[in-house]
């Protein structure tokens, strides 16, 4: 594989392959996607055509409603011990709690 090495202002870029061997690889990558290649064809659709891997989480409540929440900053401190305490008591019920 011919490279060729360029300098600017005294820094050495990285070796770029001759044109004639990025048409052959990319003739072979072709070959590939045409062939039905499946990694292939994301590697040319993530690094082309601008596709990304994303995972999308959605939160809904009770029926699909929104989610409840509660502002525990307004509870008494009894209302708060006694939510702890029930946490505490079904952590316990839990495997390895």
């Known amino acids: 594989m011919q490279r060729h090495r360029h300098r600017v202002a005294g820094l050495a870029l990285p070796q770029i392959p001759d044109r004639k061997v990025i048409a052959e690889v990319g003739e ?6 045409r062939k039905g290649d499946t990694a292939s064809i994301f590697f040319f659709l993530k690094t082309q055509a601008g596709w990304r891997e994303t ?3 959605e939160v809904s409540g009770a029926d699909g409603g929104p ?5 525990v900053s307004k ?10 305490a029930v ?7 839990l495997p390895g709690g």
């Open 28 to 33: 072979k990558l072709l070959d590939k996607i």
């Open 55 to 57: 995972n999308k989480l």
């Open 67 to 71: 989610v409840q929440t509660l502002d």
């Open 75 to 84: 509870l008494s401190d009894a209302a708060l011990a006694e939510m702890l």
């Open 87 to 93: 946490a505490d008591a079904q952590k316990e019920e």
